[in-house]
């Protein structure tokens, strides 16, 4: 569980400087106020220096996954609580960055994701009352 709340952390540091060394790769080390690159179509050049793709369905299942084991094994271990309240600001920090500097501009969702997800999640209590009562 403390890995899974630090991993954020741990991809974008391994993530944000990949694609640095990516783009100086491209355009060979060299510090000149013009863009020069290697990068033979527009479509290359546009993949190298946009970055990944925002896949905001892995996000929401980390929250998910650390919302119900926290909820369902807190009452007998509660050091969950405070892991899963590091994970979720970790989480939080991460994307505020990733979102800004990392990622491509994300797609306009429309609010059936967020609710589903919702929808899922209110189910956390129930569990908790029924694993406490065991």
Not at 98 to 107: A, D, G, S, V
Request: overall charge positive; aromatic content about 20%; hydrophobic content about 50%.
């Amino acid at each position: 569980m403390f890995i899974a709340a630090i991993f954020p952390a741990i991809e974008f540091a391994y993530g944000y400087p990949m694609k640095v060394f990516f783009r100086k790769l491209d355009s060979g080390f060299k510090k000149t106020e013009k863009k020069q690159t290697k990068k033979t179509t527009i479509q290359q050049y546009v993949n190298l220096y946009a970055g990944p793709d925002h896949l905001l369905h892995f996000k929401y299942s980390s929250v998910m996954n650390v919302t119900f084991v926290t909820f369902m094994y807190g009452l007998a271990l509660p050091l969950l609580f405070p892991i899963a309240c590091l994970s979720f600001i970790v989480l939080y920090v991460v994307e505020k960055l990733t979102i800004t500097y990392y990622y491509r501009k994300p797609p306009m969702y429309d609010e059936k994701m967020n609710e589903a997800a919702l929808g899922i999640l209110k189910w956390a209590p129930f569990f908790m009352m029924i694993f406490g009562f065991w």
